[in-house]
């Protein structure tokens, strides 16, 4: 492997985050990601990079799709996955995080997929972890993986991100899709625009690099993606928003407001959706249009790519340590 | 409810006045020309008849002044709701015999106004009763209750002008900051009703050697002064558009006018009684004097006469809160807050024009183009075109005003007995004329 070659390659001994990688990181990943959803669609079979290795799924929070996408991702490689939903398992139980790492470092792992609700916890395990870690969300910092197979939906739907204009709508304040996002398609090149109410949306969001709007038909004006965020329940009954219904009259995705994005915009959602919250059953389900299902398949593929580069660069880390 | 009235048709002509626009500054003698609903024509050389076809009606204002009808943006109507103390069609009388031809009516009705169907319902009964023209504010919070937001933009798309809750402050620092945050996104304008309710719980009139005197508990200016201060605060963080209600003491002026020196977007109204009574106005017990916020000490009222001399003070709203017999004679602490004040705003709004305050131009721009341009609504100001909503009045014409005589059906006014000077002859509103001395 020539120099050039490794500079190319993402070399983190974790994904924590979006923030911060070089395009050609991402391009890295989501180009073996790309490999994979073909396999996966053929049903063919992929090397078993990940044979004998130990993935613990660590959920702190409920998930079913995301916790189910990398048990198929790490299983699809070949690793024995291990899944622990802390919200009914004895960790809980007055365990310190510190301690949960360390009993967990005790199983020998070679990867662990934490999800937790705190914003920063991920990263804190990783510190007293001996293994790679994999970020599946945490408080509303950064939800990587999501940030991937979102790319490589648009990727191999619009054939690149670079010059697309993206739009994400709805509760951008409280959502790491979101933040993860606009890392990743500003890194990309793409343009970026939030649309939300001022509740939602404070203009302060600009800093990451965005374009702020809070009439939705102004912000999809011309977009070629538009991305709706899940829109929390006890967020619409009056702290945040009014009602439900006001939520959905004005910033709602249907039909009439779609009318001012491109004619062959996309539609994404990072799920599970709202219907009849954030967006309209008809454009939900818009087979054209809509890569809802797509992004839950893609979801597996960019799981796969993640925990092969990060399970190769801690073979190369230990590699290097213990000589 | 059928309608009650027949739309103007034809053209009249209101001749030899003394033509005043305060949104244009003109003052010359003149006259304006309606066709049918709207304002045909106006200006100088209206000021006789000449040129005129035969077919227009002529009416002689003797010298008058003619100006755009008042808009009064504080008004209670008790309908639906409190019918007993006052309904749509007597608030609607009451208005158009001060001159008053668009007013804007608080949510603190019964059901709430935080539904879109009470929006419609409030504009649909006015618009058939063909007085004064009602323009309903939203609430801010679900039931008035300062906790959850209503619906604002829904209620602004069927017709709520602003936001308010009424006579209620929105006492929560959090809840407000959310509020002039998400009114923002359909650039709405909130109107606080500035007391802070902890320090002026239980209390009757303002806080002083009077009300010490009196035996009375006091509520002290400094409840008005640190939620102006609070709010100002908020506004500019969340640059949100903001309107304190009533303001009645000195150092709210103060806020008010350094807050806008910085260019935070905030304005305020005043009543009648915070420029032309003071505390000594209670004595006695009088419980017609008894308001909300309480009439204030003579600094105040001097303080209060500055800021709408320098425009600290955009706008004087009558703050109109009709209350029956049974509310107000009652011991001064039992007694409801508030007075009537839609016949008294032209007259008492005048004084500071004959105390030589403010020029009469300046005097009508507060009761005019003033809250107009604040409500974004198209009346208040002489336009070819526009709906022909007028008031003629004499600024000189003495009268007393007394209670009983007052077209109101509650006669709860402060400036009972009192004498004063300017009165309104005739009101004009969509070309017909509703109200004749």
């Given amino acids: 492997m020539s120099t050039r070659d490794r500079e190319l390659r993402f070399t983190h001994r974790h994904l924590l985050g979006i923030e911060g990688l070089y395009p050609f990181e991402i391009t890295d990943i989501l180009d073996r990601a790309e490999v994979y959803a073909a396999q996966n669609r053929k049903r063919a079979a992929v090397p078993a990079l990940l044979e004998g290795r130990t993935v613990i799924n660590l959920f702190f929070e409920n998930s079913t799709r995301t916790s189910t996408s990398f048990e198929r991702a790490a299983k699809r490689l070949g690793g024995d996955v291990i899944t622990m939903n802390v919200q009914t398992s004895s960790i809980k139980k007055g365990e310190t995080l510190i301690d949960t790492a360390s009993t967990l470092n005790a199983m020998h792992p070679d990867v662990l997929v934490v999800r937790h609700g705190d914003s920063g916890a991920v990263k804190l395990l990783s510190q007293k972890m001996n293994c790679a870690v994999l970020n599946a969300g945490d408080g509303t910092h950064e939800h990587p993986t999501q940030a991937l197979l979102d790319a490589l939906t648009i990727r191999r739907r619009k054939g690149n991100i670079t010059g697309l204009t993206v739009a994400i709508c709805g509760d951008v304040l409280h959502s790491r899709v979101a933040r993860s996002n606009i890392h990743l398609l500003s890194a990309m090149g793409a343009r970026v625009r939030l649309v939300a109410p001022t509740t939602l949306l404070p203009s302060s969001m600009a800093v990451l690099g965005a374009e702020v709007f809070h009439d939705m038909r102004e912000g999809l004006k011309d977009v070629d993606v538009v991305m709706m965020l899940r829109l929390q329940k006890e967020r619409m009954e009056g702290t945040y928003l009014p009602s439900q219904r006001e939520y959905f009259h004005f910033y709602g995705l249907d039909y009439d407001k779609l009318l001012s994005a491109k004619e062959d915009a996309l539609i994404m959602h990072p799920g599970p959706m709202n219907r009849g919250v954030e967006i309209d059953s008809d454009v939900a389900d818009d087979l054209e249009r809509s890569a809802i299902q797509e992004q839950v398949e893609m979801g597996v593929a960019a799981r796969m790519a993640c925990l092969e580069v990060v399970t190769a660069n801690f073979d190369a880390w230990r590699l290097e340590n213990e000589q | ?437």
Wanted: proline content about 5%; aromatic content about 4%.
């Fill in chain 2, 1 to 437: 409810m059928k309608q009650k009235f027949k739309k103007a048709t034809g053209r009249v002509a209101y001749i030899n006045a003394r033509l005043l626009d305060p949104a244009s500054d003109l003052d010359v003698a003149g006259g304006v020309l309606s066709d049918g609903e709207s304002i045909a024509d106006f200006g100088p050389h209206l000021v006789n008849a000449d040129g005129l076809s035969d077919e227009v009606k002529v009416i002689d204002c003797k010298g008058a002044c003619l100006a755009p009808g008042l808009i009064d943006m504080r008004v209670q109507l008790r309908e639906p709701g409190e019918e007993h103390k006052g309904t749509l069609k007597s608030a609607g009388i009451s208005a158009t015999s001060g001159g008053i031809t668009s007013m804007v009516c608080l949510p603190n009705t019964t059901p709430v106004t935080d539904d879109m169907s009470v929006v419609e319902f409030v504009a649909r009964r006015a618009r058939k009763l063909g007085l004064t023209k009602v323009y309903p504010y939203g609430a801010i919070t679900q039931g008035l209750q300062g906790n959850e937001m209503a619906e604002m933009g829904m209620l602004a798309e069927s017709g709520a002008v602003a936001f308010t809750d009424g006579i209620r402050a929105l006492a929560s620092p959090k809840v407000m900051r959310k509020a002039l945050s998400y009114a923002r996104n359909y650039n709405l304008l909130l109107v606080q009703h500035p007391e802070e309710p902890s320090l002026a719980d239980g209390g009757h009139m303002n806080a002083g050697d009077l009300a010490l005197r009196m035996g009375l508990t006091g509520i002290p200016s400094v409840a008005e002064t640190i939620m102006v201060a609070r709010d100002v605060r908020l506004a500019e963080d969340t640059n949100g558009r903001l309107h304190f209600a009533h303001i009645s003491t000195a150092e709210s002026i103060g806020i008010i006018r350094r807050a806008k020196e910085r260019g935070v977007k905030i304005s305020c109204d005043t009543a009648p009684p915070y420029f032309s009574l003071n505390e000594l106005a209670v004595g006695d017990y009088r419980t017609f004097a008894k308001l909300s916020p309480p009439l204030r000490s003579e600094e105040d009222r001097q303080a209060i006469i500055e800021g709408l001399k320098d425009g600290t003070i955009d706008v004087i709203a009558s703050d109109h809160a009709p209350e029956d017999e049974d509310s107000k004679r009652l011991p001064f602490a039992q007694a409801a807050f508030g007075g009537a004040g839609l016949e008294t705003l032209l007259p008492i709004t005048l004084e500071l024009y004959h105390n030589k305050h403010l020029s009469l131009l300046q005097a009508l721009k507060k009761i005019t183009s003033e809250p107009a341009d604040l409500l974004g609504l198209a009346s208040g100001r002489l336009e070819k075109g526009a709906a022909c909503d007028l008031v003629i009045f004499d600024p000189e014409r003495g009268w007393k005003i007394d209670s009983d005589q007052l077209t109101s059906k509650s006669k709860n006014s402060p400036f009972d007995g009192r004498l004063t000077q300017g009165r309104c002859l005739r009101t004009v509103i969509d070309g017909r004329i509703v109200f004749e001395l």
